[in-house]
T-cell receptor, first 111, second 113 residues
Framework: DQQVKQNSPSLSVQEGRISILNCDYT??????FLWYKKYPAEGPTFLIS???IKDKNEDGRFTVFLNKSAKHLSLHIVPSQPGDSAVYFC??????????WGAGTKLIIKP | DGGITQSPKYLFRKEGQNVTLSCEQN?????MYWYRQDPGQGLRLIYY???????QKGDIAEGYSVSREKKESFPLTVTSAQKNPTAFYLC????????????FGPGTRLTVL
């Protein structure tokens, strides 16, 4: 049973436009959420996180929105740049030592 | 520079052989983790260690073993009992709990011939 779901395996966005990556979860006990970016054959790198006490967190071009009632979070990238082309993973934690990961969404930024 | 190193980057193994993947960190982090990534799937936790000389099984520990004799090192052995070992293996560490940001190594691509 997948507790963290990223239903879009891939997403294609024009350079300069907004990229919106979505993530749904089923466990209402999750209290911390993270987004990671991964290039092929490299380890993921941390992008941005949000605690369940907030509904928005912004860092430069990246904003994460959390809707607890819908058990949904999204990552917005504005404006999208060619270097943003990567696989984006959503992960969630219930304040223990295990992060639960989504399957990832491949973002392709078109020039 | 502080960080996590994994070696080798690419590893080939004959079926039936054990192989050990190295993971070293100089971040002075207490907790270390091993994940496996397969195409179209999220990262799956194999083993994790919160402190030296202690480790716990993750979701897919069967066919794997680990040791944590030193804070800096958390090697993963892929045994011949692992039925489908070809994958990309990622090591990570956090200062303490999983709510801390996980720092990842560059990964090791293991291919069983």
């Amino acid at each position: 049973d997948q507790q963290v779901k990223q239903n879009s395996p891939s997403l294609s966005v024009q350079e300069g436009r907004i990229s919106i990556l979505n993530c749904d979860y089923t466990n209402s006990m999750f209290d911390y959420f993270l987004w990671y970016k991964k290039y092929p054959a490299e380890g993921p790198t941390f992008l941005i996180s949000i605690s369940s006490i907030k509904d928005k967190n912004e860092d430069g071009r990246f904003t994460v929105f959390l809707n607890k009632s819908a058990k949904h979070l999204s990552l917005h990238i504005v404006p999208s740049q060619p270097g943003d082309s990567a696989v984006y993973f959503c992960a969630a934690s219930e304040s223990n030592y295990q992060l639960i990961w989504g399957a990832g969404t491949k973002l392709i930024i078109k020039p | 520079d502080g960080g996590i190193t994994q070696s080798p980057k690419y590893l080939f193994r004959k079926e039936g052989q054990n192989v050990t993947l190295s993971c070293e960190q100089n971040l002075n982090h207490d907790a270390m983790y091993w994940y496996r990534q397969d195409p179209g799937q999220g990262l799956r936790l194999i083993y994790y260690s919160q402190i030296v000389n202690d480790f716990q099984k993750g979701d897919i520990a069967e066919g794997y073993s680990v040791s944590r004799e030193k804070k800096e090192s958390f090697p993963l052995t892929v045994t011949s009992a692992q039925k489908n070992p070809t994958a990309f293996y990622l090591c990570a560490s956090t200062a303490r709990a999983s709510t801390d940001t996980q720092y990842f190594g560059p990964g090791t691509r293991l291919t069983v011939l």
